[in-house]
């Protein structure tokens, strides 16, 4: 459903702090250890680590005013959007329990959304630019992870139905010369974050 980024922030911070406690044995619990938050944001932008603390006030004042939440976050990247339409999907695990590093974790969040576009006979693919991208130059979906300790949090957003207009305000993780797609623009056919699970 839709939740507001900062109770998803404060739901994967307790989410990691259980985590933490279950790998150092001072929680038991019968719930899985890990889990994935699949969920949708109302209009957001969110700076990530390489531009946090960067951004013009102007700037933030510009994008609250056309309606949409502005956070500074802990996650890899720089300026993207989240909205409705977009699937945003927040892995909460042990990264050494699946013997991977961040670039191995990161490259199987990217296949598991290539694999997904697949379902939807859309020809996605890595580049040289972090997250996945049909051609060499519209971004379907977005990646930004931060690990505390090994476990992770943020994870990836894959626009399904998400008005695209909003990229229009900002310059999407920082590519200038790129643009960005969706599940719906790519195949004609309104398909919905709810479809895709």
Not at 77 to 100: C, E, K, M, N
Not at 123 to 139: I, L, M, S
Not at 154 to 173: E, K, R, T
Request: aromatic letters at 8%; a negative charge; one cysteine or more.
């Amino acid at each position: 459903g839709l939740v507001k980024y900062d109770a998803a922030l404060e739901l994967q911070s307790y989410l990691v702090s259980r985590r933490h406690k279950i790998t150092q044995n001072t929680l038991e619990t019968s719930e899985p250890a890990d889990m994935i938050c699949f969920l949708e944001h109302p209009p957001t932008f969110t700076a990530g680590r390489r531009i946090r603390g960067k951004t013009e006030q102007e700037e933030e004042e510009r994008l609250k005013k056309l309606g949409a939440d502005y956070y500074e976050t802990m996650r890899g990247g720089q300026i993207t959007f989240h909205g409705p339409g977009q699937l945003i999907a927040y892995p909460i695990l042990d990264v050494r329990d699946y013997q991977l590093n961040v670039r191995c974790y990161v490259s199987r969040l990217e296949k598991t959304i290539i694999d997904c576009c697949a379902k939807y006979d859309i020809q996605a693919n890595t580049t040289e630019n972090t997250g996945v991208w049909v051609g060499q130059d519209k971004k379907i979906a977005a990646l930004g992870v931060h690990l505390q300790r090994y476990v992770s949090s943020h994870g990836l957003a894959l626009n399904c139905n998400v008005d695209l207009n909003w990229f229009d305000q900002i310059v999407p993780c920082g590519l200038s010369d790129k643009g960005v797609t969706s599940i719906t623009k790519e195949t004609g056919k309104q398909t919905s974050p709810q479809d895709v699970i």
